[in-house]
């Protein structure tokens, strides 16, 4: 059975920084792309960023400059550094995945193609 775990959200100020994680399970990590996506309340998700197989990483424009996405194989985790933070950030973040393993950018834009999901973490981004 998939897993996605993740953890690191909370209430930061603007200008903060934030880590994210997600521990995968009951798939090989490696031989997936990953991404994560987030959602604000009344909002459609949005995707942020993904991270391939050999570690090419891309960006939603919302994000370039100030997010990083990292993966360790060995540890079957996910990153998300989170810098220079802004109230728009606020919203639940997910780590999401799909069953076809290896996606191109589009794919990975589209929210709607994702398979696997995991249940979130809060980021909250106040004054």
């Known amino acids: 059975e998939v897993q996605l775990v993740e953890s690191g959200g909370g209430m930061v100020q603007p200008g903060g920084s934030l880590r994210l994680s997600c521990v995968a399970s009951?798939?090989?990590?490696?031989?997936?792309?990953m991404s994560w996506v987030r959602q604000s309340p009344g909002k459609w998700p949005e995707w942020v960023s993904a991270i391939n197989i050999g570690g090419d990483s891309t960006y939603a424009d919302s994000v370039k400059g100030r997010f990083t996405i990292s993966r360790d194989n060995a540890k079957n985790t996910l990153y998300l550094q989170m810098n220079s933070l802004k109230p728009e950030d606020t919203a639940m973040y997910y780590c999401?995945?799909?069953?076809?393993?290896?996606?191109?950018?589009?794919?990975?834009?589209?929210?709607?193609?994702?398979?696997?999901w995991g249940q979130g973490t809060q980021v909250t981004v106040s004054a």
């Open positions: 009951g798939f090989t990590f490696g031989n997936y792309d």
């Open positions: 999401a995945t799909q069953a076809r393993g290896s996606i191109t950018t589009v794919q990975a834009i589209c929210v709607a193609l994702y398979d696997y």
